[in-house]
């Protein structure tokens, strides 16, 4: 059997625009825009005859343009994942903003969204020296700023900015987390999905050799004893011999119209064309009697109830097979297949006369059925699928008795 190797890796999709990133970036360009308009007009409040005026209206207009516009290149061309955005439109609107403080510091406290925007943007280790050199520069321009003093606008601007980078940077970590669990995820379904297959290829091909096993293999066993048989008897009884011919000649027909349906995964030839479980057992017990020269009878127990094609076609094959370990191993003179249908349960039982065994010690295979490898364990295999069991009843010198039950509940078949 072939072992497939390693699994590859899903391949890297392209990223889609993430509806929360967008309104994120909404959120952070609309507070961008908010403050820079209030240190814009807290600037021409404060210093109406300032020189420098027409630099700072050109300034937070060209800021005012420049980040909303990086904000939606970036978003519209999201990174693939485990990339971080471009850094140049935050290299744009820091430097833009680094030169307006100079002039104004007024404009110190635009620094909180940027604050966000390079953690989203740059690796941790170049983002927090950005973000520390950012907030050095609000507490100068603080400091820069008319009029006395205060303590607060000194720590301010380093707890905000400490607070934002660890609620951030904890975040980040749990995404990232999340990312590895969903991965995993992802990972191990597709396993599972491929181990399903090969479980699946493996059951087919059960499935499959059992099919063989009660159809073409008993077949060709049928018709190799009926062949051996005229060989024997080609001289010395021609007729009987030709009948042995005709016989082999019917089996192989029937194995060929077999064969067919076992292409196209149809249901047995037995119970083709409408035929029932009961009547597709007296036909083989005929066959088999005309064919072996072994005397089977069928008995049918009580009012039949109709079963599903694949319960059908379970009961049919296992009756074939019990009948094919009667002719090969049991040296019995007669066998009986008894179709029963007691109530809640369905339940087949084949007998012989035969010399028996011990059922903890099964016979060993025939020399002509070495090799074949099926029989009890392919009779228990098809109807574990059903839910049914089977019973197999034998002393030595006793004759054997083998029993397949199926349930009648809906639920089972």
Do not use: K
Request: proline share 10%.
């Amino acid at each position: 059997m072939h072992h497939p190797g390693p699994l590859p890796e899903p391949p890297v999709l392209p990223a889609s625009p993430d509806p929360d990133a967008g309104r994120l970036a909404v959120l952070l360009d609309s507070a961008f825009l908010l403050l820079l308009a209030t240190s814009l007009s807290r600037f021409l409040t404060h210093h109406p005859d300032n020189p420098r005026i027409p630099w700072v209206i050109g300034l937070s207009t060209v800021l005012a343009t420049v980040q909303p516009v990086g904000s939606w290149l970036a978003h519209r061309r999201p990174p693939a994942p485990g990339q971080r955005r471009h850094p140049w439109p935050l290299a744009v609107v820091t430097v833009l903003w680094v030169v307006l403080v100079v002039i104004a510091p007024s404009f110190s406290w635009c620094a909180v969204p940027l604050v966000y925007t390079a953690l989203r943007t740059l690796p941790t280790r170049a983002a927090v020296p950005l973000v520390a050199a950012l907030t050095l520069l609000v507490v100068v321009g603080e400091v820069r700023l008319p009029g006395p003093l205060d303590a607060n606008l000194l720590l301010l601007p380093p707890a905000v900015a400490a607070l934002a980078t660890g609620v951030f940077l904890y975040m980040e970590r749990q995404a990232e987390r999340q990312r590895a669990l969903i991965a995993d995820l992802v990972r191990t379904r597709r396993e599972l999905a491929a181990t399903e297959r090969r479980e699946g290829t493996l059951a087919e091909r059960q499935r499959l050799a059992m099919e063989i096993h009660d159809t073409l293999a008993q077949g060709l066993s049928s018709q190799q004893m009926l062949l051996q048989a005229a060989d024997r008897t080609w001289e010395g009884d021609p007729a009987t011999a030709r009948r042995h011919v005709r016989t082999a000649a019917a089996v192989a027909a029937r194995n060929l119209a077999e064969a067919r349906r076992f292409v196209h995964d149809l249901a047995p030839a037995e119970l083709a064309d409408g035929r029932t479980l009961d009547q597709a057992l007296r036909s083989l017990a005929e066959r088999e009697s005309a064919e072996s020269g072994l005397p089977v009878r069928f008995h049918l127990d009580g009012a039949p109830v109709p079963l599903p094609a694949a319960a059908q076609s379970a009961l049919l094959r296992i009756a074939q097979g019990a009948l094919a370990n009667v002719r090969e191993h049991a040296g019995a003179s007669a066998a009986a297949l008894t179709l029963s249908f007691l109530g809640d349960q369905a339940v087949l039982d084949i007998a012989d006369d035969g010399r028996g065994f011990a059922p903890a010690s099964p016979p060993p295979p025939s020399p002509s059925s070495a090799g074949r490898g099926h029989g009890l364990p392919a009779m228990r295999a098809r109807l574990r699928q059903l839910g049914g069991t089977l019973t197999v009843e034998s002393a030595p010198g006793e004759g054997t008795v083998v029993s397949a039950a199926v349930p009648l509940t809906p639920d089972r078949l």
